[in-house]
C-alpha cells in the first residue's frame, strides 16, 4: 500500500464493525499510508452489494479493505471484486471459505 492509494474502509455497522474500522483507519492514518473512505452498508448486509461496488467505482478507489464483514460467503463475487481492487480481509468470523489470493489478503482473529 503506497501513500498515493485511495483506499476505502468498508465496515459492518455494528459496535465492532464499526471499532475495527477506525482502528484500521487510525493506523493508516499514524503510517501516512492512506487517508482512508469509511463506508457501510444496511444494517446485515454480510456481502459486498453491486450498490457498494458502484459507489467505490466511483470514489476512484484503488484499495478495498474491509472489517467484519463475513465477505468469505461469496467467493465468487470476491474473485469479481479483485478486478477492480487488491483487498485486505479483517475479519472474525468462523470461516467458509478459503478466499485469500495474490489480489485478496485476510486476516482473522483465529489465525
Do not use: H, M
Given at each position: 500500500m503506497k501513500a498515493t492509494d485511495k483506499v476505502a474502509v468498508l465496515h459492518d455497522r455494528d459496535a465492532d464493525g464499526v471499532c475495527s474500522a477506525i482502528i484500521v483507519m487510525k493506523a493508516l492514518e499514524r503510517l501516512k499510508l492512506a487517508?482512508?473512505?469509511r463506508l457501510n452498508q444496511r444494517l446485515g448486509e454480510k456481502t459486498i452489494t453491486k450498490e457498494t461496488i458502484e459507489k467505490l467505482k466511483e470514489l476512484g478507489v484503488t484499495r478495498l479493505i474491509t472489517t467484519d464483514l463475513a465477505?468469505?460467503?461469496d467467493p465468487v463475487a470476491i474473485k469479481g471484486l479483485e478486478k477492480y481492487w487488491k483487498l485486505l480481509?479483517?475479519?472474525h468470523h468462523k470461516p467458509t471459505a478459503d478466499i485469500s489470493s495474490e489480489n485478496t489478503t485476510v486476516i482473522r482473529s483465529q489465525d
Open positions: 487517508t482512508p473512505i465477505i468469505d460467503q480481509v479483517f475479519d
